[in-house]
């Protein structure tokens, strides 16, 4: 019996969301089922995302996240729409392979597959294009076979993290949400991204809550050979579009 996969993608409005979605919900749709897709928005449900989804042909489901006020200045970053899916799995006891997914990210159908397989942990690298700096980075672990042996680490790594990992880097056994005895979890307190850590140590934080060390890690695929994924920085904020072209919802592009 083929595992479930649950794909968490935070969204939020802006010029490129529509075709960030649909690329994203295209490629979901190739995946083999069974395949969850938890779309997360703050605040409310945009009528265009629903309607995007409706058409997609991915199981999916719409959640919606409260803003907490205390939030307001911090940068979020899709933190606290992570964490009402983390919830949701959670409250619903949703047996799978639990995915975050950012939706500006480009991924390979091949990906998916690969961390089907895991247990508890997957890793793998991840290239980070960042037009700006003009080159591409690598981060996530060095294996041999499927054990991490080290890890890629570049500029924003020189600050100590522990794991240098990328939010798109990694997949976990949903179980270990509910389950903390199973799993010897560090502790039995409920994972969760938190709003709290600086910049750059978001998925450390994270995946300390989910595994000891190294040992609990699967490498993917085999000797983490290959790149099935790549975080990019593209930003829309001031793009400016040919006169005419302009879209009254961001959603219209497709
Ligand atoms: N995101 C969001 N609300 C925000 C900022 C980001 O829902 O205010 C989502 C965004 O759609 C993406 C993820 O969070 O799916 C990561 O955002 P971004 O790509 O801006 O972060 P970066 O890649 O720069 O860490």
């Not at 928005?41 to 996240?65: I, P």
């Not at 006020?69 to 983390?86: F, I, M, P, T, Y």
């Not at 799978?96 to 895991?118: K, P, T």
């Not at 994270?206 to 490498?219: A, P, T, Y």
Request: aromatic share 10%; charged share 25%; proline share 4%.
């Amino acid at each position: 019996e083929r595992k479930q996969l649950i794909v968490i993608t935070p969204t939020y409005n802006r010029a490129m969301q529509g075709y960030f979605l649909n690329r994203l919900g295209q490629v979901l749709r190739l995946v083999q089922p069974p395949l969850l897709w938890i779309v997360v928005e703050m605040e409310a449900a945009s009528l265009e995302t629903a309607e995007m989804l409706r058409k997609t042909g991915v199981m999916y489901r719409h959640v919606v996240c409260a803003r907490n006020s205390s939030a307001e200045d911090v940068k979020d970053r899709g933190v606290h729409q992570r964490n009402a899916a983390l919830e949701h799995i959670e409250r619903h006891r949703l047996d799978g392979i639990v995915y975050f997914a950012d939706d500006d990210n480009v991924y390979s159908l091949e990906l998916f597959e690969s961390f089907r397989g895991i247990s508890r942990f997957g890793t793998w690298p991840v290239a980070m294009l960042a037009p700006s700096k003009n080159k591409a980075i690598l981060e996530g672990p060095v294996c041999n076979g499927t054990n991490v042996i080290g890890w890629h680490t570049n500029e924003k790594s020189r600050r100590l993290r522990r794991f240098h990992v990328d939010m798109s880097g990694f997949a976990f056994n949903s179980t270990i949400l509910w389950d903390p005895k199973r799993w010897r979890r560090p502790s039995s307190a409920p994972i969760r991204q938190l709003d709290t850590v600086k910049e750059g140590f978001q998925e450390t934080t994270f995946i300390e809550q989910v595994v000891e060390d190294e040992s609990q890690m699967e490498g993917v695929p085999l000797g983490c050979s290959r790149i099935l994924n790549w975080h990019l920085h593209l930003d829309a904020r001031g793009l400016i579009y040919p006169k005419g072209w302009l879209l009254q919802k961001n959603l219209d592009a497709v």
